[in-house]
């Protein structure tokens, strides 16, 4: 039997019919033609499927779709929604070589995401820490690392920005 | 890899839940996280024809600490929840540590304490501290509710006390009494993700410098949990010193039974349970006498 489901895509409201057995990430890339978010492992190890549900980041391969009725769900496509200016976690990654072949990038910028938003200041133990359910075979992880202390330190300066008259 | 069919449910409450739970019948699994269940249900390990998830039953999520009283942590609050619970970190340290070293931040963000301990993987990360700390677990049924200290509760690799149509709705953690402390350790090959080669949890009262009383718990070293009680034995009534943790930890590897799987062999686990063992009850001293 389907259930219906309704969620937010970044800030797109869906009305969806699934079957229970479904993950999220089969609804998001196969309904919704949102590809962004990538399907590795399948069990939870690779994150390279992490997309955030009401701001936490999760594996959207071990979720089930009729599990986000009613949330809100953020993927790689949400963090430039006009597509014209990118997100400062993606631009850090372009510029320091963070990115080879891609495949592990959606999710793992999507983790970034969630540190920065609960730790602003994160040292670099502490980025490998908010990495710790990603792998990436190609970089050796340092330029992700470097990326995401380079993407901190923007969204900070362009914090204090907004607050001065 | 994807998902056999499965008949689903997500009641708002316990009493629908055993309701359902009862109607489905046998073939029912209880999905909290899904960290576990849904890569077993993937594999083609398990096959239930219903899946009833706990999520939105709002009653199995909170944390509430009484001073006098103990812990009580919702059986479906998420280990990232637990692992940043003002309230355990402060009271419980080693139950937050133990939480926050379990698995990486998107398991923990999903996974539940409830549903690690439901699991009954001899490795769990969150049983050995609690046990160490006399936790006890509510498991309700249609027709009532009951009360099991952590430490019966696992029977064997994925068994546990429950029977068919039980859900764990809670854990309780006692007051800590002045004077005591907690550690939880363990060791895996590669860091973050893996599941632990060898953990420890350890916790202990002393008097003035004489210990009062200790709990050590061991865990994948034997085919549940379990409780070092020969190693307890030495330390009870004596002031620790290091030579005496040294006897301890000793004591423990040889009540361990470990077995040689693809994490580690039975010799590094048994040499790791009395390191880590020396390491979790130096730890819960200094934390004792910090309290």
């Known amino acids: 039997m389907k259930h219906q489901v309704q969620l937010k895509v970044n800030g797109d409201d869906y009305v969806l019919f699934v079957e229970p057995w479904r993950t999220l990430n089969e609804v998001l890339r196969e309904d919704l033609n949102l590809t962004g978010t990538k399907l590795g492992c399948g069990t939870g190890d690779c994150g390279a499927c992490t997309v955030l549900v009401d701001g936490r980041s999760v594996n959207s391969c071990l979720t089930l779709a009729v599990s986000v009725n009613g949330k809100s769900v953020k993927t790689v496509e949400g963090l430039a929604p006009s597509g014209e200016t990118l997100h400062p976690i993606q631009e850090a990654f372009i510029e320091t070589g963070a990115i080879q072949c891609g495949f592990c990038t959606p999710g793992m910028e999507i983790s970034a995401l969630h540190l920065l938003s609960r730790n602003p200041s994160p040292g670099e133990r502490e980025i490998r820490e908010g990495l710790s359910g990603h792998l990436c075979r190609c970089t050796g992880y340092n330029q992700i690392v470097e990326a995401i202390g380079t993407a901190a330190k923007r969204m900070r300066q362009e914090r204090s920005e907004e607050v001065k008259p | ?291």
């Not at chain 2, 309230?87 to 937050?96: E, K, L, N, S, T």
């Open chain 2, 1 to 291: 890899m994807r998902l056999p069919k499965f008949e689903y449910a997500a009641p708002k409450t316990l009493e629908e839940a055993l309701q359902l739970l009862a109607e489905f019948g046998p073939e029912t699994r209880v999905l909290a996280g899904g960290t576990d269940l849904l890569v077993r249900m993937k594999q083609g390990a398990l096959k239930p024809r219903a899946v009833i998830s706990l999520a939105d039953i709002e009653a199995l999520k909170p944390v509430r600490f009484e001073t006098g009283v103990g812990l009580t942590i919702g059986a479906m609050a998420p280990l990232a929840e637990v692992a940043g619970h003002s309230g355990i970190r402060d009271h419980y340290p080693a139950v937050a540590h133990a939480a926050g070293e379990t698995a990486n931040v998107q398991i923990r963000n999903m996974g539940t304490l409830g549903g690690n301990l439901c699991n009954a993987a001899p490795s769990a990360d969150n049983a050995p501290t609690l046990i160490a700390l006399g936790a006890e677990v509510s498991l309700a049924r249609l027709e009532g509710e009951r009360q099991l200290l952590l430490e019966q509760f696992f029977k064997g690799p994925g068994q546990t006390a429950m029977s068919p149509g039980e859900i764990l709705t809670s854990i309780f953690v006692p007051m800590s009494p002045p004077h005591s402390g907690a550690s939880y350790q363990h060791v895996s090959a590669r860091g973050r993700v893996d599941i632990s080669a060898v953990c420890v949890g350890a916790a202990a009262v002393f008097d003035g410098g004489t210990c009062r009383d200790v709990r050590i718990a061991l865990g994948a070293v034997a085919p549940t949990p379990i409780r070092a009680v020969k190693a307890e034995g030495l330390l009870r009534k004596k002031a620790w010193t290091p030579e005496l943790i040294e006897a301890a930890g000793s004591m423990a590897a040889q009540e361990s039974k470990p077995i040689t799987d693809v994490r580690a062999t039975a010799e590094y686990r048994r040499q790791m349970a009395a390191v880590l063992t020396r390491r979790a009850l130096t730890e819960a001293q200094v934390r004792a006498r910090q309290s």
